[in-house]
């Protein structure tokens, strides 16, 4: 008996899967449109800023998030390149590793920029500004939580001798989640912390 998806040509097989990976990116790229656009909407409408009176928010905890994603992003392409010239498998899974050991410390960092808006009286329940803030954070966040899921399964699946279509086109569509995860926070780097 056949498993589903062992008589198709490895050709179709990527194709199929670069279209899924384009319309969960496309799906999930609404999302955060929608969210930069009710942001943009009431930033537009108050009067002044940050609105009520609130604090301007330190951008020390940011910018270490967005170091962690930034390198993060860099490591995960020279796995990449590693798995894609088959380079030696400890110099591939050691750029696999590091991109893992960045998106946890940008895990952490996430945790420091919340105790930094806490600390400023930035809580949900303090307004529509605090709860955007939160509201990006925390689905950016979880995003970044099923891309470390995906970074662990390859790293499941690396120590392997041989790899078949479908571990290469794990590589390259986890990738474009990763790199997809840190161009989202850059522009919120900027509009929610830096404008």
Not at 133 to 146: D, E, P, V, Y
């Amino acid at each position: 008996m056949a498993f589903a998806g062992q008589d198709i040509h490895p050709e179709k097989q990527r194709v199929a899967a670069q279209i899924a990976m384009t319309i969960l990116l496309v799906s999930f790229t609404m999302l955060f449109a929608a969210l930069f656009l009710g942001y943009v909407v009431y930033r537009v409408q108050a009067e002044s800023w940050p609105p009520m009176g609130m604090p301007r928010i330190s951008l020390f905890y940011p910018m270490l998030s967005t170091l962690c994603i930034v390198a993060s992003s860099f490591t995960y392409w020279r796995f990449e390149v590693a798995f894609t010239n088959r380079s030696d498998r400890k110099v591939m899974l050691g750029w696999l590793w590091f991109t893992l050991g960045l998106g946890v410390a940008f895990f952490g960092s996430q945790w420091l920029v919340w105790q930094a808006l806490w600390s400023e009286g930035l809580y949900v329940s303090a307004g529509v500004f605090p709860s955007l803030l939160h509201a990006f954070t925390w689905i950016h966040l979880a995003h970044m939580g099923l891309g470390l899921c995906m970074l662990f399964i390859l790293a499941w699946l690396m120590p392997r001798t041989q790899y078949s279509v479908s571990d290469e086109n794990k590589v390259v569509n986890y990738g474009k989640f990763w790199h997809f995860l840190d161009i989202v926070w850059i522009a919120m780097f900027v509009v929610l912390f830096v404008l």
